[in-house]
């Protein structure tokens, strides 16, 4: 009986391991969306000043899936905004995909950017197309 169970345990083990992991599978956002993303961000942050970004950082795409399977993107990332005599500090912000978009600023943002279910696209820093983005509309 002792080896039934222990073979048992064996195979519960081994199958859970060869289990597929569902979110390294996910598909990278399509060019449009990441094109969308940056846009949006680059125009809100032009247009609803301030704070105005001096820079950007570790800007990167990731989605949020439902357990209806839907898919909703956003654009996640930092940036250093001008401050006037005040040493500024990195704050981050969500671009995020909705029937048009939402950005979210600092501490609202963090409940976006920093959630565990968020899956990342394994890609490049895009930190300097926005800032590329932004610096054509000013």
């Known amino acids: 009986m002792r080896y039934l169970s222990v073979l048992f345990a064996t195979l519960v083990l081994a199958a859970c391991s060869m289990a597929p992991d569902t979110r390294s599978n996910v598909q990278a956002a399509s060019p449009a969306v990441v ?10 942050f032009h247009t609803h ?6 820079r950007f950082r570790d800007v990167r795409v990731g989605r949020t899936i439902a357990a209806s399977g839907e898919e909703r993107y956003m654009l996640c990332g930092q940036f250093l905004p001008v401050r ?4 500024a500090e990195w704050t981050l912000f969500a671009t995020i995909e909705t029937s048009g978009y939402e950005q979210w600023l600092g501490a609202q ?4 950017c920093q959630g565990s279910s968020v899956v990342w ?3 490049d820093d895009l930190s ?3 800032q590329s983005r932004l610096d054509s509309l000013r």
Do not use: N
């Open 49 to 54: 000043r301030p704070p105005d970004p001096v």
């Open 128 to 130: 300097a197309s926005l």
């Open 121 to 123: 696209d394994k890609g």
């Open 109 to 112: 943002a963090a409940g976006y």
């Open 84 to 87: 006037e005599g005040v040493k």
């Open 35 to 44: 094109e969308f993303l940056l846009t949006s961000s680059a125009t809100d």
